[in-house]
């Protein structure tokens, strides 16, 4: 199933909304992936959101006028994207608004003179892995962390 929606910019209004995605999102996903004494419960706390929508591009998937997914473009060095903060509500997975919201930032990207796309995402996050392989993301390279390793993935655009 494809979910209707549109694509747009996410603003300060949002706020609530975009933590409540992003923190229910890593707790169900995360919480098995990395160990207890580093996860935090609130990956975006209470008064990040203005500091955050300021340092990069932020988009949302709205369903029916509610924001159920989320993802961000920033840049990783001249020439080259970096995907940040994709998160859809759990209870809206599986339905391609990961997808939408990917493509859509690869556009943003290709305006922008971007030439390549780049993301990280934990080694023991196997769907996120399998996701991004789908779509057309390859490994690069693995970053070893002390909660878990980062593997870097790339796509030409
Ligand atoms: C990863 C995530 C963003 C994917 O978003 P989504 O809207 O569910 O993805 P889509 O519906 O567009 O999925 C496209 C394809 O990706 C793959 N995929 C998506 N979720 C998957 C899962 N849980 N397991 C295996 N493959 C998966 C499938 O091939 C899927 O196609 P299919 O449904 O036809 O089989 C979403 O699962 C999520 O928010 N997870 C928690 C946060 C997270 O891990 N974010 C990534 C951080 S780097």
């Not at 990069?56 to 940040?84: N, Q, S």
């Not at 997975?93 to 990961?98: D, E, L, T």
Request: negative net charge; charged residues 25%.
């Amino acid at each position: 199933m494809t979910l209707d929606g549109n694509i747009s910019r996410i603003s300060e209004d949002d706020g609530e909304v975009l933590r409540e995605i992003i923190n229910t999102g890593n707790r169900e996903a995360y919480r098995s992936v990395i160990p207890p004494e580093y996860f935090k419960d609130e990956v975006l706390p209470e008064g990040a959101v203005p500091e955050l929508l300021a340092s990069m591009d932020f988009y949302g998937f709205r369903h029916a006028g509610r924001l159920v997914g989320v993802a961000a473009l920033t840049v990783e060095v001249e020439g080259v994207g970096r995907l940040r903060w994709m998160y859809v509500h759990p209870k809206f997975q599986r339905m391609g608004v990961g997808t939408a919201l990917v493509r859509h930032l690869e556009e943003k990207a290709v305006e922008a003179g971007y030439t390549s796309m780049r993301l990280r995402t934990a080694e023991g996050a196997h769907w996120a892995i399998s996701f991004y392989e789908k779509l057309g993301y390859g490994i690069t390279g693995r970053n070893p962390r002390p909660w878990c390793a980062d593997i870097l993935m790339e796509r030409a655009l």
